[in-house]
């Protein structure tokens, strides 16, 4: 295994690193997605019922996956916090988000020994995951990037995707060729449920789907290609 995505949440591997997973099997690395949870508390859109969220959602990840090309994909069942701001807003009293306690990732530091015994099986180079803040600061992220960091100690160089401007300075970009474009919003879509999630990242930041940015711990840059 050549790089690991280590997300929380199904959709993550293909909004943070669809580009990157697709070029990097076009360089001919091994990639794999590891997702910690099944995305309980995500939205439904009435195209399931709430107690079906998790197994649906599992379904989009591994179509997804599978446009990605990547060679390793395995769902943990850690629990998936609401994110903040939305815990106990009447949408989820209603059901119309999945089945979630407002308890998730944070509440589980089990999952580093759990990210950390796959890393001892699958040997990746890289580890690609959330930055310590999150990005946005969903509990979730925040504790995937923790944990992920944690257990790649010594066993993988961790790379964080990032925002084009913030507290993590972009040492690597990827700017998109048409043909993986393509391919990643293809991926996206199959994330049917969480289709007001795509289309408000859209509105917001329309040119990360094009131009992913990233930040290699120690490199100068920004440099324009991957770093693998």
Same mark, same amino acid.
């Given at each position: 295994m050549d790089l690991l995505v280590v997300v929380p949440h199904p959709d993550d591997e293909s909004f943070g690193a669809g580009g990157a997973l697709l070029? #990097?099997?076009k360089d001919g690395l091994r990639t794999g997605v590891l997702t910690l949870t099944r995305g309980e508390a995500g939205r439904t859109l009435g195209l399931c019922a709430p107690a079906a969220l998790p197994q649906v959602r599992v379904e989009e990840l591994r179509r997804a996956a599978e446009i990605l090309g990547v060679d390793f994909l395995e769902v943990l !069942?850690? !629990?998936n916090a609401l994110p903040q701001g939305r815990r106990g807003q009447k @949408? #989820? &009293?209603e059901g119309s988000r999945g089945l979630a306690s407002g308890r998730g990732l944070p509440d *589980? !530091? @089990?999952a580093e020994a759990a990210i950390r015994e796959r890393l001892l099986s699958l040997r990746p180079r890289y580890v690609l995951t959330f930055p310590p803040d999150g990005i946005n600061g969903h509990p979730d992220h925040v504790a &995937?990037? +923790?944990y992920a960091t +944690? $257990? $790649?100690e010594g066993l993988a160089q961790v790379v964080y995707f990032v925002r084009p401007e913030g507290p993590w300075p972009v040492t690597h970009r990827l700017h998109l060729p048409e043909w993986a474009l393509a391919r990643k919003l293809q991926a996206l &879509?199959? *994330?049917r449920t969480q289709a007001l999630s795509l289309l408000e990242f859209m509105e917001k930041h329309p040119e990360r789907l094009w131009r992913e940015t990233f930040h290699l711990p120690g &490199? @100068?840059?920004p440099q324009e290609g991957p770093w693998w």
């Open positions: 070029l #990097a099997k !069942p850690f !629990p @949408e #989820a &009293a *589980h !530091p @089990e &995937a990037s +923790r +944690r $257990a $790649a &879509a199959q *994330h &490199a @100068e840059g």
